[in-house]
Nanobody, 125 residues
Framework: QVQLAESGGGWAQAGGSLRLSCVLS??????????MGWFRQAPGKEREFVAS????????YYADSVKDRFTISRDNAASTLYLRMDRLKSEDTAVYYC????????????????WGQGTQVTVSS
């Protein structure tokens, strides 16, 4: 059974940085994690796409709201996905979810096969 486990969430001041990690277990990373991504859900709002990355890291996609501030990356040998978040803003406060799918571009439209449980990120202004 494929499982995604996020870590690295927490509290940060506006302008600060955090790095999230997500480990895929229970299945081959190349098979179940050919595309990986991050989504987030703020209180009272729908879950939204944040970033996605293809298996070889050749393609990366970002939501406009995080472009040039967040960086997605992956370590296939460690079956791990990362999200480096810089210049954090209060509006980045949300539960961040790791996601696995087949196509990084399609993930922008919500095409996800597996979800993590989420990790809370709180940014204080």
């Amino acid at each position: 059974q494929v499982q995604l486990a996020e870590s690295g969430g927490g509290w940060a001041q506006a302008g600060g940085s955090l790095r999230l990690s997500c480990v895929l277990s229970g299945g081959g990373f190349s098979r179940y994690g050919s595309a990986m991504g991050w989504f987030r859900q703020a209180p009272g709002k729908e879950r939204e796409f944040v970033a996605s990355i293809s298996f070889t890291s050749a393609y990366e996609y970002y939501a406009d709201s995080v472009k040039d501030r967040f960086t997605i990356s992956r370590d296939n040998a460690a079956s791990t996905l990362y999200l480096r978040m810089d210049r954090l803003k209060s509006e980045d406060t949300a539960v961040y979810y790791c996601a696995a799918g087949q196509d990084a571009q399609a993930m922008r439209r919500g095409a996800v096969s597996f979800w993590g449980q989420g990790t809370q990120v709180t940014v204080s202004s």
